[in-house]
């Protein structure tokens, strides 16, 4: 070593100091008594002697001491830790309990103290050695092991690739999940320490939340869930504290969610955890879990069936407690809670009753509170509600809070009732004071836009999306509000700003920038333009600057994009909440606001008045429109933009929802042979319809029991096959009203039968007051051009309704699997005096042909009620539901399919490689795409059951299913055949396999084996 090497040794050892150079010297003194270099360098802990184990231990505890106060970054400490790590790899293989423990103690500290460093290390293997030791029976050691590597995962951060791989391995080699749930299930508290119960939720929630495949081995464990139950609510708050966190880990998984949400007896146990009776820290995780619980709908729904008020009512108290201590703004200790109380009440954006508790527990109040500061009273002047006054306060008050108060208004607008008006009785209405703000930060906001985008950019969104969701809520008095409101505060600048809008979007519109490139600068221009189309006195302005035709051609961009830009991407202060919900929107929120602006301007658009007319220009552009319209519709997009798509195109005359099963009904509306009611109108026409069809989308055109009906018997068939088979049908006449026209009528049909249906204006009067008496409710609102209220389904045309189940009395078809199990597809109108006994051929026939040439063969068979179907049971329960629904039930690649046995996974798969040799036989092209698609994602999700499906497949002739089975498998052919797994398949699959496998190295490179 040269001079100048050794004298940067040295200023590296005096920077540690003597005292740390010391116990640095006696531990690798100590380690070299058991580390070994391997001959690749490796170094290895070879060392059994308890003695030496012992004594290393102890010159650990004594470096370990002095880290904190020494440089972490230092390359000899680095060094030092390395070789700790190695150290206790080795020992704690040992098998004196006197020796694990010290080194259990030893990796504790070890860890702690060097925090988020450990990231440096490779400490895969400790991680290993620390789990093993989870499954003994020794409390002090299982729990120190827990507390260690519950640090060492959480300090790792966000493990990504290979070693989140090779870390989940090692703990499900282990089976840490197991001994964790063994140790809590043995837990009885008493005797045994809180801590041994707290460190190990602690862990399982860790690795629960970094790794999502753990959650089903929890959710699914029964014994857990009702061990663990019985300390939810626990008076020791570091009880409760622990199984709340784990409860929300669970609930990030759509299946934990609800068996968690099943269990009435522990969600009252949550609920009451939400009250002020407790420390603020069990609050904040009961506002966690409920968050996490209410991702969904269906989530919402279930948490609020019995305690919707009680939930309401904690939510506020968390939101507005800090009130009581008459403090302005919200007390440092207690802001976590209230940004959790924030993120909770975005259970607003889901339709249900708790909208009504909190407008009745005065959330107006409460959040304007948050908002400006606990600062109005009842002898509030006006003069201090100013505009002024009223901006200077919420920029004074700026919180991160405030992005989530913009959104709760907003939804709570969204939701109103049409006759709501909040109660004055001589206080000032905090809901104006609310509308008021809103409208003067995002106005505030837009005019700093027209220059530059403002500093504050997480807030443009929720604000300028609160002020759009208040200009068009369904109630009178926020929609006028808001309106009067955004009118008088954009006056000053409107018509600059609004072209400044126009020319930002067209340079979208034309291509020259990325869909996507500032997607918020972009998103916010076209929320304000839908805000703007709301007031009259810009219209012009926006018809001016071609604002009609930026919207479509972005709309057509959109189309053409691959890219989607979803709200959560955009809005920070959503991402945990929203995550994987399927929100109204959809998942491109630029495309849902292009047609949300796009729905209120069409009106009054050129498009509109002249795409009729074949010679202008504006025909092609019109028809262009039309045709993304309808491709909206008939794709997979969000139920908001296929709302909008249908709305703009009943501008055209054209209404209604398209969707796949209705343009398979559409030939059974011309079906006379196996219809089974005939409506009668006074002019001498009439139509024949089928009952089940009306029954399910419309049972407003079928009479009640004491209606005036007539019957006949007509032969249902005529042709000379039939000679023999004679068999009399029951037709059901129904005489229509004399104010029924025909026309309307046949639209009426045609909107039940497909979804869809082209008006002419001459009918529209006719069709309003048919539409409204059949209560086609969304039929009604496209052709009065009401708007559908925020989050609305939208209709269903599904026909499950009447399928009812098997031995009902009245039975027109019945299928029957190769098991002997049934599907009685079968309907009786209460109201009518008789079955009906073709309804439900029709439904069959109009999805498939093969059954529709049975029927109408004039065969023995088609008079038969027994229709033998070549697949099992399963299979057939999937293609009834096809049949009725147009959907093919699919497989979620998800946890629970993951880790179900490998033979239930084949027998869910067999289902499907049966209905795609079926689809060959009976013209199902659709049911075999759907299918395959089905088969191709578990099989590339999970190899499991490739083996199995490829055997069956082979037996069904089912070659597309073996080839991607081959795929699959072919990595591991060598292995496979080595192990004799591979004996049962034919030898044409071997061989494909073996070419497979052959393709696969040569593609990476390798010689093959």
């Not at 007319?613 to 309808?630: F, Y």
Request: aromatic fraction near 8%; hydrophobic fraction near 40%; glycine fraction near 4%.
């Amino acid at each position: 070593m040269g001079s100048s090497s050794k004298a940067r040794a040295r200023e590296k050892k005096r920077e540690l100091g003597d005292h740390v150079l010391a116990l640095r010297h006696r531990l690798h003194h100590a380690l070299s008594l058991g580390i070994k270099s391997q001959g690749n360098r490796v170094k290895k802990w070879e060392c059994t002697d308890a003695g030496i184990q012992s004594h290393v231990l102890k010159t650990m505890a004594a470096f370990i001491s002095c880290l904190s106060s020494a440089p972490s970054q230092h390359p000899l400490i680095k060094d030092s830790i390395s070789d700790m790590l190695v150290a206790l790899d080795g020992i704690l293989q040992s098998e004196n309990e006197r020796i694990l423990s010290q080194a259990v103690d030893a990796t504790q500290k070890l860890v702690s103290t060097i925090g988020n460093s450990v990231r440096q290390y490779p400490v895969l293997e400790v991680i290993f050695s620390l789990s093993r030791l989870l499954s003994l029976n020794q409390l002090r050691i299982t729990t120190s092991c827990a507390i260690a590597l519950n640090c060492i995962l959480t300090n790792l951060g966000m493990v990504r690739g290979a070693n989140h791989r090779e870390i989940w391995e090692a703990l499900e080699k282990t089976k840490t999940i197991r001994s964790i749930a063994d140790a809590l299930q043995k837990f009885v508290g008493g005797v045994q320490p809180i801590e041994c119960f707290t460190a190990m939720t602690a862990l399982l929630t860790t690795i629960l939340w970094k790794w999502p495949s753990a959650r089903y081995h929890v959710w699914s464990n029964n014994m857990l869930m009702v061990k663990v139950e019985r300390f939810c609510g626990n008076p020791d708050s570091s009880i409760a504290i622990s199984v709340l966190k784990l409860y929300s880990a669970l609930a990030l998984c759509g299946h934990g969610a609800m068996k968690l949400l099943e269990r009435k007896e522990l969600t009252a146990k949550v609920v009451q955890s939400l009250g002020k009776s407790h420390p603020i820290s069990v609050r904040i995780e009961a506002l966690k879990l409920c968050r996490h619980l209410m991702r969904s709908a269906k989530g919402c729904s279930m948490l609020t069936s019995l305690n919707c008020e009680a939930i309401v009512q904690e939510i506020n108290h968390a939101l507005g407690g800090w009130r009581s201590s008459s403090c302005k703004r919200i007390p440092q200790d207690q802001i976590p809670m209230v940004i959790e109380a924030c993120r909770t009440a975005l259970m607003t954006r889901w339709v249900g009753p708790h909208h009504s508790f909190f407008w009745a527990n005065k959330i107006d109040k409460i959040l304007l509170d948050i908002l400006i500061g606990n600062c109005i009273t009842k002898n509030q002047t006006q003069v201090l509600l100013s505009s002024e006054n009223l901006l200077s306060l919420v920029s004074d008050n700026v919180t991160s809070a405030q992005p989530f108060i913009w959104d709760i208004l907003g939804y709570l607008a969204a939701h109103c009732e049409e006759d709501f008006h909040p109660k004055s009785k001589g206080k000032p209405l905090f809901l104006d004071i609310l509308i008021s703000c809103a409208c003067l930060v995002a106005t505030d906001m837009m005019q700093k836009g027209i220059t530059s985008l403002p500093s504050s950019v997480s807030e443009i969104e929720p604000v300028s999306r609160a002020v759009l969701l208040m200009v068009f809520s369904p109630c009178k008095y926020v929609s006028s509000q808001a309106r009067n409101n955004l009118s008088d505060m954009v006056k000053p600048f409107g018509d600059d700003y609004l072209q400044f809008v126009l020319s930002s979007l067209k340079v979208l519109a034309t291509g020259d920038v990325s869909i996507v490139s500032n997607s918020l600068h972009s998103i916010t221009n076209l929320i304000n333009l839908a805000s703007f189309s709301t007031l009259p006195e810009y219209h012009n302005l926006i018809s001016e600057n071609n604002g009609v035709e930026i919207l479509s051609n972005i709309i057509k961009s959109c189309l053409k994009s691959d890219i989607r830009v979803s709200r959560s991407s955009i809005a920070s202060h959503l991402q945990c909440c929203w995550h994987d919900v399927e929100e109204w929107e959809g998942d491109d929120i630029i495309l849902f606001y292009s047609l949300r602006a796009l729905s209120q301007l069409i009106g009054f658009s050129n498009l509109v008045y002249d795409h009729t007319k074949e010679s202008s220009n504006k025909h092609s552009e019109a028809q262009e429109l039309i045709s993304n319209l309808q491709y909206i519709l008939s794709s997979t997009f969000g139920r908001g933009p296929r709302w909008f798509a249908a709305y703009i195109l009943s501008f055209f005359g054209l209404y209604g929802f398209a969707n796949k099963l209705g343009r398979r009904m559409e030939k059974a509306l011309y079906e006379q042979e196996l219809a089974d009611v005939e409506l009668l109108l006074m002019n001498g026409q009439s139509y024949t319809v089928h009952g089940a069809i009306l029954a399910a989308r419309c049972p407003y055109l079928l009479p009640q029991r004491e209606s005036h009906i007539e019957e006949r018997k007509l032969n249902g068939h005529h042709n000379e096959l039939e000679i023999g088979h004679h068999r009399e049908k029951l037709i059901h006449r129904v005489r229509m009203s004399d104010r029924v026209d025909s026309d309307a009528l046949f639209r009426i049909l045609e909107y039940v039968y497909t979804g869809f249906t082209l008006v002419d204006k001459h009918l529209i009067k006719q069709l309003k007051l048919l539409s409204k008496f059949c209560e086609l409710k969304h039929l009604s609102a496209l052709l009065q051009k009401k708007q559908l209220s925020w989050g609305n389904a939208g209709p269903s045309f599904d026909l499950t309704v009447v399928l009812n189940p098997a031995g009902h009395p009245f039975s027109d078809i019945i299928l029957e699997a190769n098991s002997s199990e049934r599907v009685t597809c079968s309907f009786s109108l209460c109201q009518l005096s008789q079955p009906h006994m073709h309804s439900h051929k029709i439904i069959l026939s109009s999805s498939c042909d093969y059954l529709r040439a049975l029927f109408q063969s004039g065969m023995h068979e088609s008079f038969s009620e027994i229709i033998k179907v070549p697949i099992g049971w399963e299979a057939l329960v999937k293609l009834v539901h096809w049949f009725y629904s147009g959907e093919l039930p699919g497989i979620y690649p998800d946890c629970r399919w993951n880790n179900i046995d490998t033979e239930l996974q084949i027998r869910e798969l067999r289902a499907y490689v049966e209905l795609c040799s079926l689809a060959e036989f009976w013209c199902l092209e659709e049911v075999g795409e759907e299918s395959l698609k089905v088969i191709a994602s578990c099989l590339r999700s999970d190899q499991r059951a490739s083996i199995g499906i490829v055997q069956f497949a082979t037996k069904l002739n089912q070659w597309k299913i073996v080839e991607i089975g081959a795929q699959e498998i072919a990595p591991s052919y060598s292995k496979l055949r080595v192990a004799g797994e591979l004996e049962d398949l034919d030898e044409e699959v071997i061989d494909m396999l073996r070419a497979e496998c052959v393709r696969n190295t040569q593609k990476s490179g390798h010689k093959s084996v």
